[in-house]
């Protein structure tokens, strides 16, 4: 690794194009001090974690802005969605991932990052721009959810969950065809790449192995390579814990095993 104030050097860097907490949003108090954290903060989340080569800043705000989302941080979520304004990431930009997050933190968690969040945009006076979602019928929501989930994972029968689904509640599995990877990934605003992107970080964070062994496969379907996979999960580390990280890493070895 870098000397200490190599990586403090980097996290300086990092946190002046972020413009992080420089400006404190209204009615949040500073924490007071405790000797030594500025360390770990500075040094490993910043200089060690997010200033690496291997994600934009704009991808690791993403996956944080999802992290902090699933595992319901209003405080830092607050922060770090002023930050993402500071990085240029739009309104509509922020609070799409947090809708993105839906299927797997439950609609409630997501409600509650919305008001945290429009609350920022309110006193930053930022206004998210006003998009069209087309309301197909539902023979079409259901073929091309359908399509999208084959495309990701490969046969619907492939998965064991599915075909418990299929026997004991069929009309879930269609729910989920058709809203979650009928409707919610077919949304404007955000890519693709950047959903399972979200969706990667969302499930690191929840520790839900058997979906993200899915998704962390799917990462190289829509185009990241294998290093930029595994790069979403270091950035979780700091945020989900070391074991979340680490458990995640041993799902990755096992779905991106041979993959470059």
């Not at 000397?3 to 108090?29: I, N, T």
């Not at 968690?109 to 197909?136: C, H, K, S, Y």
Request: aromatic fraction near 8%.
């Amino acid at each position: 690794m870098l000397s200490r104030d190599e990586l403090q050097e980097r996290a300086e860097e990092v946190r002046k194009r972020m413009d992080h907490q420089a400006r404190r949003p209204a009615g949040r108090a500073a924490a007071t001090p405790v000797p030594g954290t500025s360390y770990y903060t500075s040094e490993f989340i910043f200089g060690a974690v997010w200033a690496r080569p291997g994600l934009s800043l704009r991808d690791r705000m993403l996956g944080s802005l999802a992290l902090l989302t699933a595992l319901e941080r209003p405080s830092q979520l607050r922060s770090y969605a002023y930050s993402a304004l500071n990085l240029d990431i739009k309104p509509e930009e922020i609070q799409e991932v947090l809708v993105q997050c839906s299927p797997f933190t439950g609609h409630p968690a997501v409600m509650n990052a919305l008001e945290v969040v429009q609350e920022i945009f309110r006193e930053r006076g930022v206004t998210p721009a006003d998009f069209e979602v087309p309301r197909v019928p539902m023979e079409e929501l259901e073929a091309r959810g359908l399509a999208l989930y084959e495309k990701l994972f490969g046969s619907l029968d492939a998965n064991p969950r599915l075909q418990v689904a299929a026997k004991l509640a069929p009309d879930l599995r269609q729910m989920l065809i058709a809203y979650v990877f009928g409707e919610l990934y077919h949304r404007p605003v955000l890519d693709i790449k950047t959903r399972v992107l979200c969706t990667i970080a969302a499930l690191t964070a929840m520790r839900l192995d058997p979906p993200l062994g899915l998704f962390l496969g799917a990462g190289l379907r829509v185009g990241y390579t294998r290093d930029e996979v595994i790069e979403v999960i270091i950035q979780m580390a700091p945020y989900a814990g070391f074991p979340a990280a680490l458990d995640a890493l041993q799902v990755a070895e096992r779905h991106l095993d041979g993959a470059r």
